[in-house]
């Protein structure tokens, strides 16, 4: 009787301890950690992860999912992107002169800026990549239709935000307005998912 009774207490303590180490691996396997290796232009610019100041260069273990990185320094422009970590990844942080301190600075760091300068091509491309995936109707601008002009714009919705458009529509006679709209939806556009602002002649 007392054997079965150690038995029994024994193998209810091996289940829990196996649920404990069962129920911490699926914890951290759950939200696993990544390496991100940043590289920033400026080198001495200030770094923060979701808030929390992180060396700019160099290795930084995060958790999988999205964060946000700003880049920070005095003379030039802040940045702040953010990314999706789901494994091991690199991460260019790279800011742009907006003053003569940060144009000196350029300027004794030739290599530095030159790289810099890529990078602005480079992310110039991808906004545009994505823009041209969110807005479809870019590959037909500027349109000169009957009574209307249709062309793209700095949203007012959302200003200083490069992801997002509005769509400027000049009218010129009285039925151009109603024309675009038909315009718009002959096209496959839908009117109610666009920033259109319209203006007169």
């Given at each position: 009787m007392d054997e079965?009774?150690?038995l029994f207490?024994?193998?209810?303590?091996v289940?829990?301890?196996?649920?404990i180490v069962l129920g911490g691996y699926l914890v951290f396997r759950g939200n696993p950690e990544h390496t991100l290796t940043v590289k920033s232009i400026p080198n001495d610019l200030t770094l923060t992860l979701d808030g929390r100041?992180?060396?700019?260069?160099?290795?930084?273990?995060v958790k999988e999912g999205k964060h946000t990185l700003t880049g920070e320094r005095r003379g030039f422009e802040s940045y702040t992107q953010t990314v999706q970590v789901t494994e091991d990844s690199q991460?260019?942080?790279?800011?742009?002169s907006n003053s003569a301190e940060g144009r000196a600075w350029e300027k004794s760091h030739p290599e530095e800026q030159l790289e810099a300068e890529g990078e602005a091509g480079r992310r110039f491309d991808e906004l545009n990549a994505r823009l041209a995936a969110k807005y479809p109707?870019?590959?037909?601008?500027?349109?000169?239709g009957p009574g209307f002009t249709v062309n793209q714009g700095v949203s007012q919705a959302h200003p200083g935000d490069p992801e997002?458009?509005?769509f400027y529509i000049k009218v010129t006679d009285s039925e151009g307005k109603k024309k675009s709209l038909e315009w718009l939806t002959g096209h496959g556009y839908k009117p109610e998912t666009l920033e259109l602002i319209y203006t007169t002649k």
């Open positions: 079965n009774r150690r207490m024994l193998s209810g303590t289940v829990v301890v196996a649920l100041q992180v060396p700019a260069n160099g290795e930084i273990k991460y260019k942080m790279y800011l742009f109707i870019l590959q037909e601008l500027p349109y000169i997002f458009l509005a």
